[in-house]
């Protein structure tokens, strides 16, 4: 029998993965892995465990379950675009959840968005088989319901989630395309943004109703464009500006004197930038630390 610190060890980084995926909540996934550790240590009998992994997903993942029930109406109410708190590699820990969650596009913003399309209970089902390669027995017995019901909504979960990751390009060329779309806004390049955008590009703002931000998706590249453009402008010396990665791919982070940040991620098509995410609602990044 493992010792609850030796347990902590062990599946705590695959315990935040599953629970990040589960919430798109970096501070809520943390709460419910630590809460899970404390409920196993304070069990009377905790040898009587035959499989102390299955009990601590089975754990993390009601609680999340419960928490997503809980959590629907205040979604419901969210003012603006709802985005994933954004997941960064250099938080300068050594027990940086990032660093720590496997398979990068299964924790891109676009990912975590899709995912957002299933209800709890499906969203569980498809973790625990796609991503955490649990069988339907052992994904039946952390959620109380027969091994068929299981397949069932696993089929349903799968038959909605259209993911093709390898529309994306490879992170040097993503990261390379992002630093020339920054340069080319710096310059007021529109020729080369064009190039860099896809026509139909899409631009999410969540600002939480916390911060200044759009409230509805701008749509189209020239829309896109001009947006930032006109930003820029607004705020000329009052920015600093730098790269990171973000949920597993390259990102940025821009930092207005006030003490707002913007952390932006993105996603490709036909090697142009589709989507920009950018997360402003201070709620979201309080566990991102100023520099």
């Known amino acids: 029998m493992m010792s609850t610190e030796s347990l902590y060890k062990t599946y705590r980084s695959a315990l935040f993965s599953l629970a990040y995926r589960m919430l798109g909540s970096v501070m809520d996934a943390e709460d419910i892995v630590q809460e899970a550790f404390i409920s196993y240590n304070q069990l009377p009998h905790p040898e009587g465990i035959r499989n102390e992994r299955a009990f601590l997903y089975k754990i993390v993942t009601n609680r999340c379950l419960d928490l997503l029930r809980s959590s629907a109406k205040k979604r419901e109410l969210y003012v603006g675009p709802w985005l994933p708190e954004p997941l960064i590699e250099n938080m300068a820990s050594e027990t940086d ?15 975590l968005l899709l995912l957002q399309q299933l209800n709890a209970v499906e969203r569980a089902v498809f973790l625990l088989r796609e991503i955490f390669h649990y069988s339907y027995d052992e994904i039946a017995e952390i959620l109380g319901k027969s091994s068929a019901n299981c ?31 920054v340069d080319s806004l710096l310059q007021g390049n529109t020729n080369k943004l064009l190039e860099l955008l896809n026509e139909n590009v899409v631009f999410y703002t969540d600002g939480g109703g916390k911060v200044r931000a759009a409230q509805i998706p ?15 402008k607004m705020y000329e010396g009052k920015y600093v500006y730098s790269y990171l990665t973000v949920n597993g791919l390259p990102g940025m982070r821009i930092q207005l004197d006030n003490g707002v940040q913007f952390i932006y991620s993105f996603a490709f098509k036909n090697n142009r930038i589709e989507t920009i995410y950018t997360v402003a609602n201070p709620d979201k990044l309080r566990h991102i630390q100023l520099s």
Do not use: C, M, W
Not at 102 to 109: A, F, G, H, L
Not at 156 to 170: E, L, M, N, T
């Open 97 to 111: 959840p990032s660093h720590i969650v496997e398979q990068q596009e299964s924790i891109s913003t676009a990912y």
């Open 151 to 181: 397949r069932q909504i696993f089929r349903r979960a799968k038959g909605s989630i259209h993911f093709v990751p390898d529309q994306s390009p490879s992170i040097s060329v993503a990261e390379a395309q992002i630093k020339e779309f």
């Open 218 to 232: 701008v749509v189209g590249v020239h829309k896109v464009i001009q947006l930032h453009l006109n930003l820029l």
